[in-house]
């Protein structure tokens, strides 16, 4: 036996570098072969093979090899040599490669050789023998050979109809460019063929609905115009029922019979509506036009009392009188009756009777024209005391006003009548700003004078008299008229007043230095507004006086040093009224400024590029400018002023004329809306168009004071209208989109309680997970039911893995129990191979065992404990103290090897080589620490 171990040929040493050294003086490929198929150490088979450089013998180690890297090898090599490349060495006939390719089950190299080959005859031969879809569809993307794109698409003709995705990407991708037309023209053929029945219904089932919305309708010439276009397009779409089933057919035409027969029943209840209501609309038509045309001829018959009175022609009398008589003829023959033809008729009757008295008219206009040249002459107040000089000549003039309006015959001439209604306008905007302020002050004194009661009555005496001669001063400040409303009450406050003189020596002397102080502070300090100065300089003397005098030096000082002050204090009022002169001189020459701008703006008006938008804004702020200015001399107040509204009138024409313009612009945008309403029932489209119409709105420019917010609320009511709706639909697809969220919430949550309660029915789960719809949802809930399905489908993963982990634990165990049976009970040449392979499925763990029970593991003991120690490792178990030493040096050159050719055998891979070590006379605890490996969870 030791001869025998002594005379071992090297390439049957025990060290593999030895053996691998040995393989380069080998020559019989029996050997070769031998060591190819059966050394235990990877490089060596590796070496063998090369040497070899045989196609059969890397065949076979393709369909055998235990090692996977090795596998990959032969896999590299029979497809290096299969495609004739020249950095291959081995060679192959086209016998062999036949052979090969009729048993070889590498769909991967077969793949390889189809797409990489060059002989045409042998790529169609493993396409159609392949038949693999997947790799059809990649080579009709790839393949610029007629033949093979050709077969390719072909092959794939039974998935076009159903999958048009497909069929368009191959039109647009294809790499061939026949292959692209073809596809083209499927395409075109398919998509035409499942268009046309499809858009058929969808215009069946809009004319449907059309028709049935008619029957809610009220208008009965939409809905009789609209039910007309419906049936005829009804008519024209019954030519193409050809394309529909005969159920299609059928269920089509008895529900447009169903609906033409409600459609016809509503239509006739909304005609003998119609025709009443048409009725009653021409009569009150009829009616509104005679009024109107009577209105006119009043119009008329004013226009001529004017012209009669400009010109003083008596003789115009009796034509006035047959024009009333024609009125009142034309009224009669109407037959129209009613309040509002009495009223006319009354008002033709009184204007026959005052046209008997024209001669009273033209003296009653005559006397109108005088009042208001009365008014003209007045001076517009700016001021209290000018207020307080025209307060009662203007109350009188309004009440006399009044009072000729009421007994004039007829109305005023245009002409008067405007001017009158300017110039009281003018008046009132001037003084009310006076009249608030003074609203303002009246009420503060009311207060005040409650809170000087109060104080009487409290006993605060210093501060009861500081607030009186506020009061006072408060009071000096109002017009006569409101003055009066106090006088009663101040009066009856004076007289408290007095009967607090008693303590005028305690509290005088000290007042009076106060007093003294404000004098000096005016004298130092004089205020801006010389009136209130004057005012205050007067108050101080009223008080001064109602302290009175006390009987001492100090008060004679006082009243000296008083004098001289308030002497000093008015001083710079004197010349208070040659500044209100210089005042008016400069609003003169602010009005003449105004009346320059005025002409400059109505230059600007007279050009063609005018923006009147920006005229109509100057023109506003000039009025404004004018009625601020204060007040110019009398002399030239009436002048001045026709001269800035004479230049101002023709402005004002042309602004009013565009505004009109841009009236009936957005009137006509309103109008558009409606009919937009009433004739689409799309509201999208509808929304869509009111935008449209709101941008143009805003194009458009001002339509005047009265009438844009009156347009601007009609035409946003109109919108508001379509958008609520809109916003209706929203809410209610919201609500169904929640629906739909609780529903697929439901089913994930049922599938959740299966996975959870272990059920194994993977396929089933898994396809009901992905039949889930999620387009009826938005975006939110689709990603979070998307993650929740990720995430039942990562569990049945994890299960699945989990189960598939145990069976092989199962293998293993029952693989080692095995193991443990055969080698305790058989000694060498004496193994139950046939018991092995009826109980094992595993068809290379059978060749490995079979291989094993012709070797003595003691041969191999240290190589199998290495391997034993290995596999702990990869499988992540504990090795026994022993072996920590070895465990750490097979760690660093398992990693070393890892870092070199990127991974390191797998468990299973390194079992069959043990496996293959040797089984006879194995070590038991070899086999234990193995099985532990294997079968520990």
Known sequence: MIFKKLFKPKWQHKDPAVRAQALQQLTDEHILNEIARKDVEVNVRRKALEKMASFSAWVQAMEHESDQHLKKVAIEKIKLAVLNSNANSIKVTDAQKNTFFETCKQNSLIEDVIRHSADTELRLKLLKRLNKENLLADLIFRESEQE???????????????????????????????????????????????????????????????????????????????????????????????????????????????????????????????????????????????????????????????????????????????????????????????????????????????????????????????????????????????????????????????????????????AIATSAETQIKEWREAIKSIELEQSKQTKRLFAKLRELKSLIRSGKYNAAFGLYRKINEWNDELSQVNKAKFEHELASINEQIADLEDWKAYIGLPRKRELLEEMQALVDQPLSDLQAQANKVKFARHTWLLLGNVESEENTHLNAKFDELTEQAFAPCRAFYAELEQQRKDNLLKKQQLIEQAVQLLNNSNESTADFNQIGKHLYQLQNDWRTVGPVDKKIYKSINEQFYETIEPIKSKVHDYQQQNEQKKLALINQAKTKIAECDDLNEVSETLKSLQTQWKSIGFAGKRKENKLWTQFRAINDDVFKQKQMNYENSKVEKAQAFEQQTNVLKQLESEINAGSLDYASLTEQINAIDLSDLNKNQQIKLSKWQNKLLNMLSKAKNQQKQAKEIQAHTQLFELLSEITASTKEHELDLDKLSSTIQNPDWVQAIRFGAQVNAGDNKDQQAELTTQIEIVQNVPTPELFQTQRMQLQMKMLSEKMNSGSYQAADEMLLIWLKLGLIDLDRELLERTKVAFTQQ
């Not at 647009?172 to 499927?186: E, F, G, M, P, T």
């Not at 009789?224 to 159920?247: G, P, Y």
């Open 148 to 414: 093979i794109s050709q077969y390719c698409f072909d092959s794939m003709e039974h998935r076009y109809k159903d999958d048009l995705k497909l069929l368009e990407k191959i039109a647009n991708k294809a790499a061939n460019h026949n292959i692209q037309q073809q596809a083209q023209v499927l395409l075109t053929k398919f998509k035409a063929e499942l268009q046309h029945p499809v858009e058929l219904k969808k215009e069946l089932t809009l004319i449907l609905s059309k028709l049935l919305a008619l029957k809610d309708k009220q208008d009965f010439l939409i809905v009789e115009a609209a039910n007309e276009e419906l049936v005829n397009q009804w008519q024209q779409k019954q030519k193409a029922f050809a394309c529909l089933s005969q159920a299609e057919q059928t269920s089509f035409k008895q529900k447009y019979d169903d609906i033409l027969v409600k459609v016809e029943s509503a239509k006739d209840v909304l005609k003998q509506s119609y025709l009443e209501q048409k009725a009653v609309q021409d009569a009150i038509v009829k009616r509104e036009e005679t009024i109107k045309q009577a209105k006119a001829q009043l119009q008329h018959i004013d226009s001529k009392v004017s012209g009669a009175i400009e010109n003083s022609q008596d003789e115009s009398h009796n034509d006035i009188l047959v024009l009333i008589e024609q009125a009142k003829t034309e009224l009669e023959q109407s037959h129209e009756t009613g309040r509002e033809i009495e009223a006319l008729f009354h008002e033709l009757n009184l204007y026959h009777n005052n046209v008997q008295h024209l001669d009273e008219f033209f003296e009653q206009v005559s006397q109108a024209t005088r009042h208001l040249t009365q008014l003209t002459q007045m001076q517009i107040p700016t001021t209290v005391s000018e207020y307080d000089e025209v307060q009662a000549e203007l109350t009188q003039w309004h009440k006399t006003w009044k009072q000729n309006q009421k007994r004039m015959l007829f109305a005023l001439p245009e």
